[in-house]
């Protein structure tokens, strides 16, 4: 019985190529629309960490009835001078209750006022009432998040799209 010669199935090199060189424009093309589209996931994620951090120092000075801080720290041991994006604390007397760490790169956190600590003594009244904006300053994004702590003590968090980010 003769056997007939069938046609190779498949794909040439030149067309491997071509797909993958169409491929990679669309990837390059896509990979910012990404970036944006993750970029409210993100700053919620900041800013509610802030925000449970501040929750936390406040029920924790009512508990323990002593000042608790929350305040910058580079090391997640102690407080000191610095920016709010390389982390912060809940610390009480030299006991850290609880560890943020850093942002992720290109992403700021700015207090309105400029402080470095938050006091809340054991009434759980905050001392230092301030605003902080939680932002993306590379690339920079097209909104923001400020977190408010009020002089009683309470935090909370607002959107805007004002796409500034100091």
Known sequence: MPRRNRAQRGFTIVELMVTLTVLSILVCMAAPSFRDSTLPSQLRAIANGM????????SEAIKRNTTVQLCVSADGLTCGAGN???????????TVLHS???????????????????????????????????????????QERIVTVTAAGRASVKTTTTGLCP
């Open 51 to 58: 925000v449970a951090a501040t929750h936390m120092a406040r």
């Open 84 to 94: 709010w994006q390389q982390g912060w604390i809940v610390i009480s007397g030299t």
């Open 100 to 142: 943020e760490p850093a942002t992720p790169n290109g992403y700021r956190v700015t207090p309105a006022g400029g402080s470095v600590a938050l006091s809340f003594d054991a009434t759980g009244l905050g001392a230092t009432p301030d605003s902080f904006t939680v932002c993306r300053q590379t690339p920079r994004g097209a």
